[in-house]
């Protein structure tokens, strides 16, 4: 059955999945749902149905129809919306939301790690970024996309440790258990991993991160220097922040937890566990609780720059 009453969708669009939820006037939960990545470098149509799937998910669970979304506002952090032509893309999308207010994925969980106050993260995730609010203004770095930038992330390990495993085939490295594992997913025959990574995404890559983390903490030498690499390169853009006077700091994203340990101990001290994820945080945009920053630099444009608005 569905509702006549105001209610507000939080989208939290990645490069692994794509999160909706949606809350009540009074801030009550009321469905959740999870869908397929939700990034624009699968398409914009793509990402679109993957936000739409996660939606009519969590209002069927609401108990909500389709009708119902002209009384819905929208807040939607998406990967990917400074890429070229996006926004404009987006702009033609027919949504059926009574306002959709569009950030970058990364802004939303700076809003939500920080309830919208002045702060940083660093997302170490698929990819990575870092993301900063001081005085109204957003600080950007990094996060240029895999496999140009994305230092420190899923994918990046992943890269890593496969061009690693490759060296080890050819005897050019040293073979460790780590590697033969990474060698054994390919049937240890270097073109099959060649034909693979023809065809492979940043999400592939990243499935090899668990599998070096893992082998990272047993102390295999190969996996501790992948993993040593990444926490210097998420340790960096920790620095820069501070350097820019933010001293709230906040590591999310799918390998927060794990790269976390291997970060220095000043750096350790310094992070706060966030206040809430990035669905909350674009639920504060939905809400119009708070004003969008401004860029600064405002000629940045990365893939996960610039906050887009319409409405009906």
């Known amino acids: 059955m569905g509702t006549k009453g105001t209610t507000y969708l ?5 490069g692994t999945h794509c999160r909706a939820r949606i809350e009540d006037e009074s801030g009550r939960l009321l469905g959740g749902a999870i869908s397929g990545p939700a990034t624009t470098r699968i398409g914009v149509e793509k990402a679109w149905r993957s936000i739409m799937e996660a939606t009519e998910a969590a209002a069927a669970q609401a108990g909500l129809t389709r009708e119902d979304f002209a009384g819905m506002h929208a807040g939607i952090g998406l990967a990917g919306l400074g890429r070229r032509g996006a926004e404009a893309a987006l702009k033609n999308i027919a949504h059926p939301f009574a306002s959709a207010i569009f950030i970058s994925d990364g802004m939303a969980a700076c809003l939500g790690a920080h309830s919208g106050a ?15 609010l001081i005085d109204g ?6 996060g240029y996309g895999f496999p140009v930038s994305d230092e420190g992330s899923g994918a990046d390990i992943g890269l890593q440790v496969v061009r690693l495993a490759l060296r080890a085939a050819d005897r050019r ?3 460790t258990p780590l590697l033969s594992e990474v060698l054994g997913a390919f049937d240890h025959d270097p073109y099959q991993a060649v034909a693979w990574s023809e065809e492979a995404r940043a999400t592939d890559y990243a499935a090899f991160a668990p599998i070096v983390m893992r082998h990272a903490n047993q102390g295999d030498p190969v996996g501790r220097r992948i993993v040593e690499r990444a926490a210097d390169a998420i340790g960096d853009l920790l620095d820069v922040f501070l350097a820019r006077g933010i001293d709230r700091l906040a590591l999310v994203g799918g390998l927060a937890d794990a790269i976390t340990p291997w970060l220095t101990p000043d750096l350790r001290a310094r992070l706060r566990r966030p206040d809430a994820d990035a669905a909350a945080g674009a639920l504060l945009v939905a809400r119009g609780r708070l004003d969008l920053p401004k860029l600064d630099p405002p000629e940045r ?5 610039q906050a887009s608005k319409f409405r009906d």
């Not at 203004?137 to 990094?142: C, F, N």
Request: aromatic letters at 0%.
């Open 301 to 305: 444009e990365t893939d996960h720059e």
């Open 10 to 14: 939080g989208i939290d669009g990645g």
């Open 118 to 132: 002045d702060g940083a993260i660093v997302v170490a995730g698929t990819g990575s970024v870092g993301v900063g």
């Open 137 to 142: 203004r957003e600080i950007r770095l990094a």
């Open 173 to 175: 490295g040293e073979l």
